[in-house]
């Protein structure tokens, strides 16, 4: 099982960014997809994680401004950030609990992690 993160990059502040994450491999069942970042010399942390109802918790630093989503066909997970700020600036793992083959029980995989930088 791999999960791909991609969409991160440089963004000025107030702006939008986009960041993507699709799971692949033998997957039999996906329950919670995620996002986490880690800021420089700080403990990776909750963005947003929703459900496979599609139930979803923020981080209050970025609710009202993040938007997570996911489409169960094709495994993937989306954040929206908007009105970004300086403070959102790390690296951004995408995380999902999932059930790898028939039979088998929840795991939790991880992305490789993707950058965004915030300028002021």
């Known amino acids: 099982v791999q999960l791909q993160a991609s969409g991160g990059g440089l963004v000025q502040a107030g702006g939008s960014r986009g960041l993507s994450c699709a799971a692949s491999?033998?997957?039999?069942?996906?329950?919670?997809m995620g996002w986490y970042r880690q800021a420089p010399g700080k403990q990776r942390e909750l963005v947003a994680i929703i459900t496979r109802v599609g139930t979803t918790t923020y981080a209050v630093s970025v609710k009202g401004r993040f938007t997570i989503s996911r489409d169960n066909a094709k495994n993937t997970v989306s954040l929206q950030m908007n009105s970004l700020k300086s403070e959102d600036t790390g690296v951004y793992y995408c995380n999902a609990v999932l059930i790898a083959s028939s039979g088998g029980t929840y795991r939790t995989y991880w992305g490789q992690g993707t950058q965004v930088t915030v300028s002021s």
């Open positions: 491999g033998n997957i039999f069942s996906i329950n919670v």
